[in-house]
T-cell receptor, first 112, second 115 residues
Framework: DAKTTQPTSMDCAEGRAANLPCNHS???????VYWYRQIHSQGPQYIIH???NNETNEMASLIITEDRKSSTLILPHATLRDTAVYYC?????????????FGTGTLLAVQP | EAGVAQSPRYKIIEKRQSVAFWCNPI?????LYWYQQILGQGPKLLIQ????????DSQLPKDRFSAERLKGVDSTLKIQPAKLEDSAVYLC?????????????FGPGTRLTVL
């Protein structure tokens, strides 16, 4: 699975959009981009995933560049409850092994 | 629906002692995972079960760690004997065979401190 690079930490003002970048320059054609987040003292939580088209769900939007070498997770209106570590993960879809390889993620601190 | 349940939530033991963690996945989820999360790091997969068979245990230190999933439902993870470097949060996750993006659902974890 391809490696990802994320900033160690970011700040965002409450009510503003939070834009979390991720670089995955070695991504291969059959690999998806996944985002999970981990709020303090909880297990990770799935947010969204995509292959090459932009995706949106009730939690966030995922923008993937045309060359698929980077992506941005967007939380449109960040709240204090969005303070968490956000993990960008690249992996193949399906198959018997469904392993998630987590890096160290980005600590997003939403400020009041 | 009920989430992934884990117990205990916290455990403190001395090195060379044994410890066991229990996980009850979401009903109907065929796949169960155990992850180890050391402070400041992301979770690392230890073992993956599909029903009661092992799919991946390549990162499990088999000289001291063991896991089982009898009857394809609940699972236990055991450490015997524990070392100081085993201090971590042990996370259990489950996923259905076919779901949104192979989404994994995580429990709250068991925080283990080895003194």
């Amino acid at each position: 699975d391809a490696k990802t690079t994320q900033p160690t930490s970011m700040d965002c003002a409450e009510g503003r959009a939070a834009n979390l970048p991720c670089n995955h320059s070695t991504i291969s054609g059959n690999e998806y981009v996944y985002w999970y987040r981990q709020i303090h003292s909880q297990g990770p939580q799935y947010i969204i995933h995509g292959l090459k088209n932009n995706e949106t769900n009730e939690m966030a939007s995922l923008i993937i560049t045309e060359d698929r070498k980077s992506s941005t997770l967007i939380l449109p209106h960040a709240t204090l409850r969005d303070t968490a570590v956000y993990y960008c993960i690249v992996r193949s879809y399906g198959g018997a092994t469904n392993k998630l390889i987590f890096g160290t993620g980005t600590l997003l601190a939403v400020q009041p | 629906e009920a989430g992934v349940a884990q117990s205990p939530r916290y455990k403190i033991i001395e090195k060379r002692q044994s410890v066991a963690f229990w996980c009850n996945p979401i009903s109907g989820h065929a796949t169960l995972y155990w992850y180890q999360q050391i402070l400041g790091q992301g979770p690392k997969l230890l073992i993956q079960f599909q029903n009661n068979g092992v799919v991946d245990d390549s990162q499990l230190p088999k000289d001291r760690f063991s896991a089982e999933r009898l009857k394809g439902v609940d699972s236990t993870l055991k450490i015997q004997p524990a070392k100081l470097e085993d201090s971590a949060v042990y996370l259990c996750a489950s996923s259905p065979l076919r779901g949104r993006g192979n989404e994994q659902f995580f429990g709250p974890g068991t925080r283990l401190t080895v003194l």
